[in-house]
Nanobody, 125 residues
Framework: QLQLVESGGGLVQPGESLTLSCTSSGGSLELYAVAWFRQAPGKDREAVSTISATSATTNYVDSVKGRFIIFRDYPKNTIYLAMNSLTSEDTGVYYC??????????????????WGQGTQVTVSS
């Protein structure tokens, strides 16, 4: 049973950077599509970025293109989300999610069946 743990969140000022990590106990992430979602207060959970099992395909929501990078470290069984040029609009709880039924998945919440507990990212001056 995959158990996902996110880390790396925090409080930063606009324009700064953070890198989030997602690791798993109980299984290897290399077999599955993985995504980062975020949820701001009062808003629906939205996909931020996805990565296929082979890392050959990555996708980003328009608002983070050119600023965020998703990548894997296979030996460490970890997925990262490097976030640059952060703005207040990036504030929210960030969740790592795995689609255990697919090696390539999209932006739909329903496509993912394993979720971490989330890590808070706050961008504020």
């Amino acid at each position: 049973q995959l158990q996902l743990v996110e880390s790396g969140g925090g409080l930063v000022q606009p324009g700064e950077s953070l890198t989030l990590s997602c690791t798993s106990s109980g299984g290897s992430l290399e077999l599955y599509a993985v995504a980062w979602f975020r949820q701001a207060p009062g808003k629906d959970r939205e996909a931020v970025s996805t990565i296929s099992a082979t890392s050959a395909t990555t996708n980003y929501v328009d608002s983070v293109k050119g600023r965020f990078i998703i990548f894997r470290d296979y030996p460490k069984n970890t997925i990262y989300l490097a976030m640059n040029s952060l703005t207040s609009e990036d504030t929210g709880v960030y969740y790592c999610a795995v689609s255990s039924k697919s090696r390539l998945a999209g932006f739909g919440v329903h496509e993912y069946d394993h979720w971490g507990q989330g890590t808070q990212v706050t961008v504020s001056s």
